[in-house]
């Protein structure tokens, strides 16, 4: 029998409780182990008090595993999740759209607007259409030169993305597709690169960017219940979809759900023995740009990348001619993080052996860079850049392999990491700012071996230098150095055994290497 405190009317009753309430605007890392949050920005005090990684306040595109009916399946569930403040207050029309489920399993329809309970938000529906001009113009002007090294005529940011996102300009307004995603996330990239850049109005920019982000997940999320699998250019959209969402994380700096986002994109492509790619295709340049982000991030998935890579055509390749990455580079790379994962496992059944690895690092030091045509280039400076950032990546490679294989000492690989830094430093005098950003993961490979303080300051300077594009990772790679050669210091024996990408994997600058 329950007894009260006649002292204290108001005391609970013994063997009763206090219900407990849930908050949903804490940081994802409170969230997921179920404390309450500080909501301090950017970094909450109880994840730094704690020492472990705070995933921010961020929207979120979930993906998480889902068997068919045939059995175990690589296709992915995609959710929108979200607490960030910004985004929760700039279209409440959507607001249900969080709690639903978008199945990546082509073959149910479901309509999306009764399953969802939301009318999309079209684009004339946005309230400042001038704004939306403003940032289109960013990104023709701005942005596209900059997300390459070295500016083409077919500058596929500028001839490829952009007719993509208009495609989903002129839908019905109760019609989504992927096309619409594409354009709500170029919107949402072009004010993250203003608002890093300081060249809009904080605020409005901030909303403009959250509120783009948002409904870019959104028309994804129903969007992909409609992409057959078997139509390249549906297939090639929704890629392209998910490539903006991580191009995004990139400039905004919130880089940590790109792996999810990977996996999930894998998903939706068919086994590797039905693809077909055409030389130059859209498919093409989207599937080798995927397929750097698994391959360099060293991406966990059961999809066969091995034999996807084959499948590329090894001519007109967007990655060589703008990157200087062809197919050799893409299979050595991952041949190597095989490798190194068959270690770590202690598997006796490893996809490749030390002795063949040995044979592709001897093939890899005969793979220098041919000459580069000035046929392709405006400029002879371009050309000229080109070739030295053709070098980079061998010397990068070159590098990996060492690093992976043999565990070596900064000194003894000082002189391949003080050429590979001179030919970047030589790339930026040549093209001076007209030129714009390689990618990360050749950078962070040659920068996290420097030894002597005078290398380690001039890679420090170069990454300063790269600031002017707006990509908020190339900070996030250079507080990566700092803490790694810091680190490395102060643990020498542990440092040889551990590259740059296991020191920063599962933490807050586990960056985006691209």
């Known amino acids: 029998m329950e007894t009260v405190d006649m002292f204290n009317p108001n005391r609970t009753p013994t063997g009763s409780r206090k219900k407990k309430t849930r908050t949903f605007s804490g940081c994802w890392t409170c969230r997921s182990r179920r404390i309450k949050c500080d909501e301090r920005r950017p970094v909450c005090d109880r994840c730094s008090r704690a020492r472990i990684a705070c995933q921010g306040y961020g929207v979120r595109l979930n993906w998480t595993n889902t068997p068919s009916n045939g059995g175990t399946s690589t296709h992915g569930r995609a959710t929108v999740s979200g607490n960030d403040k910004y985004a929760g207050s700039a279209d409440n029309r959507a607001g249900a759209a969080f709690a639903a489920a978008a199945s990546w399993e082509y073959a149910k329809h479901t309509p999306p607007c009764s399953s969802l309970g939301f009318r999309p938000a079209q684009v004339d529906e946005l309230t400042v259409p001038s704004c939306q001009r403003d940032l289109l113009h960013h990104w023709v002007s701005f942005m596209c030169k900059n997300m390459v090294p070295v500016d083409l005529v077919d500058n596929p940011y500028r001839v490829v993305y952009l007719p993509f996102a208009f495609k989903g300009v002129d839908l019905p307004v109760t019609q989504s597709s992927s096309n619409l995603a594409l354009f709500h996330g170029l919107c949402a990239v072009s004010a993250e690169n203003q608002l ?4 809009a109005k904080p605020g409005v920019t901030k909303l403009l960017a959250a509120r783009h982000n948002r409904l870019a997940l959104q028309h994804l999320q129903l969007a992909i219940n409609f992409q057959s699998p078997r139509d390249s250019d ?3 959209a929704v890629l392209s979809a998910i490539l903006f969402c991580i191009l995004r994380d990139v400039v905004g700096g919130e ?17 590797p023995s039905e693809i077909e790619v055409q030389a130059g295709s859209h498919m093409h340049m ?5 397929l750097c982000l698994a391959v360099f991030g060293n991406v966990k998935t059961t999809y066969d990348i091995d034999t996807l890579i084959s499948k590329l055509p090894g001519s007109s390749s967007y990655m060589s001619q703008y990157h200087g990455v062809d197919k ?15 270690i770590g496992s202690r598997s006796n059944t490893a996809s490749i052996s030390n002795l063949e690895l040995q044979r592709l690092e001897l093939q890899a030091r005969l793979h220098a860079p041919a000459t580069v045509s000035p046929g392709i280039y405006l400029r002879r400076e371009d050309a000229q850049a080109a070739m030295h950032y053709a070098h980079v990546y061998y010397y990068a490679l070159l590098i990996y392999f060492q690093r992976c294989l043999y565990q070596p000492s900064p000194e003894s690989i000082s002189g391949m990491v003080d050429r590979a830094l001179c030919h970047l430093e030589t790339a930026e005098e040549i093209a001076g700012a007209s030129n714009g950003c390689i990618l990360l993961w050749p950078c962070l490979v040659i920068a996290a071996e420097c030894g002597s303080s005078c290398i380690k300051a001039r890679a420090l300077e170069w990454f300063k230098l790269k600031r002017r594009h707006g990509f908020a990772s190339v900070d996030t790679g250079a507080n990566i150095l700092t803490n790694y050669w810091n680190w490395r210091d102060e643990n ?17 600058d586990d960056v985006v290497p691209i």
């Open 196 to 199: 890093y850049l300081c060249m």
């Open 234 to 236: 549906n297939v090639t």
């Open 255 to 271: 880089a940590r759900n790109w792996r999810g986002h990977v996996q999930g994109a894998l998903g939706c492509l068919a086994d």
């Open 286 to 290: 989207v599937l080798e740009q995927l």
């Open 328 to 342: 050799f580079i893409l299979r050595s790379v991952f041949a190597i993080n095989q490798y190194v994962a068959g």
């Open 492 to 508: 020498p024996d542990e440092a040889s055994r551990t590259t740059w990408q296991e020191f920063v994997r599962g933490t807050e």
